[in-house]
């Protein structure tokens, strides 16, 4: 099982990237992905997240300072997850993970309560980041 993040490089601010996370060794159509991110100095903190559905209807989730700038999307015939970063920050200055096997339930009730996800699966998978710099 293998998540591999690309796209990031170094942009101006208000610039926009799309990043990539392509799966292997197993299919992750049918669960939840998302993209966490880590600037120097801090935590890894999650940032969004995509849910699966039967009826192709994925639900997304974003924490308030990306939201309405940051869209996730998924192709799942290609097992691909992607990150359009619109407007970029100074402070969007990270490396940028991907992971599966999130848990919806856990997020929502992160996002309704103000505080961090941190997932408590230790079997998740991670993906290798790729750095995002953000010039002022």
């Known amino acids: 099982v293998q998540l591999q993040a690309s796209g990031g490089g170094l942009v101006q601010v208000g610039a926009s990237v799309r990043l990539s996370c392509v799966a292997s060794g197993r299919t992750f159509s049918s669960t939840t992905m998302g993209w966490f991110r880590q600037a120097p100095g801090k935590k890894r903190e999650f940032i969004a997240a995509i849910d699966w559905n039967p009826w192709n209807d994925d639900r997304t989730y974003y924490v308030d300072s990306v939201k309405g700038r940051f869209t996730v999307a998924r192709d799942k015939a290609k097992n691909t997850m992607y990150l359009q970063m619109n407007r970029l920050k100074p402070e969007d200055t990270a490396v940028y993970y991907c992971?599966?096997?999130?848990?919806?339930?856990?997020?929502?009730?992160?996002?309704?309560?103000?505080?961090?996800?941190?997932?408590?699966?230790?079997?998740?998978?991670w993906g290798v980041g790729t750095l995002v710099t953000v010039s002022s």
């Open positions: 992971a599966a096997d999130l848990s919806v339930p856990d997020i929502s009730t992160s996002l309704k309560l103000g505080v961090p996800y941190v997932p408590t699966n230790s079997k998740i998978p």
